[in-house]
């Protein structure tokens, strides 16, 4: 469900200008709170709770029979979980790494996946003037990153078959989409019969070019003041490793090794 808002004006004081985005040091109780949050509608509590409602929006545009979830690590996998298990569908990681220009890493010209899959937007490539070699470069670099995350939070356990699955590809959000839409060309590339895109808030551009990537898209919120994930959400403290780790494992069944395939 795909909301739309109307764009603030003079008369609506509380929606006229941005807010500004404050991230203080976690307290006591471990959670990041961001200033701009206070006050706007529609605001998640964390990522369980995100993950809860997205479920339930799930419920009525999917096949659980048939589903597989896939959280895009660290901060989708909270979120996927609870979908996970709202479905009752089994849960794993997809995993992708950005492709960041050699001399500003933060600006990312493509992304990299499992089983091979790379997406490469050329307008930065040309913007940047990037050179074969250099691109090749950091493609091996992150890569290898990629397979040790995947070791990492899988362990000794396979990826879960998604050939003719429905696949439903969850994070906490996104901004200009890079990752989720190297994650659905991941998922089809390894045989899902349906790519769903399931986020609770999304800029609103960026969830309509990814419907060029999935089959379906299902975002809860899309503000006209987008400006950052964190935002949306009043604890936006960060998923660790071991918070992947242990939420795969509690979604695990005790025979996954038997029944788990390959990418």
């Known amino acids: 469900m795909i909301t739309w808002r109307a764009t603030p004006t ?3 004081p509380k929606r006229a200008q941005a807010p500004s985005i404050v991230i203080r040091r976690p307290r006591r109780s471990g959670v990041f709170r961001h200033r ?3 006050g706007v509608g529609g605001v998640f509590l964390d990522r369980h709770d995100a993950g ?5 929006r799930m419920r009525g545009i999917t096949d659980p029979a048939n589903a597989v979830v896939l959280g895009l690590p660290r901060g989708g996998v909270p979120v996927a979980f609870e979908v996970a298990q709202a479905l009752g569908a089994p849960l794993d ?4 790494r950005k492709l960041g220009v050699p001399y500003q890493p933060e600006l990312g010209f493509g992304a990299v996946g499992e089983g091979g899959v790379i997406v490469i937007n050329r307008n930065v490539v040309r913007l940047a003037a990037l050179t074969e070699a250099e691109m090749t470069r950091v493609e091996e670099r992150e890569r290898a990153e990629l397979g040790r995350r995947a070791r990492r939070f899988r362990g000794e356990r396979l990826p879960l078959e998604l ?3 429905t696949v439903i590809v969850v994070d906490d959000g996104v ?3 890079g990752t989720a839409r190297a994650a659905c060309q991941v998922a089809r590339a390894r045989g899902a019969s349906h790519v769903i895109l399931a986020v609770p808030v999304g800029a609103p551009e960026t969830i309509r ?5 999935a089959d379906e898209v299902v975002c809860l919120e899309t503000p006209d003041y987008f400006h950052a994930i964190g935002v949306w959400y009043r604890d936006f403290f960060p998923t660790t490793d071991q918070e992947v780790v242990e939420l795969l494992r509690r979604a695990a069944p005790a025979d996954e090794e038997s029944t788990a395939g390959s990418p």
């Open 175 to 177: 901004a200009t989409g």
């Open 93 to 96: 990681v997809i995993v992708v």
């Open 36 to 38: 701009a949050c206070e």
């Open 163 to 165: 050939r003719d699955r």
């Open 10 to 12: 003079a008369k609506d």
């Open 52 to 56: 809860l409602r997205l479920a339930e």
């Open 209 to 213: 070019s990814l419907r060029e990537d």
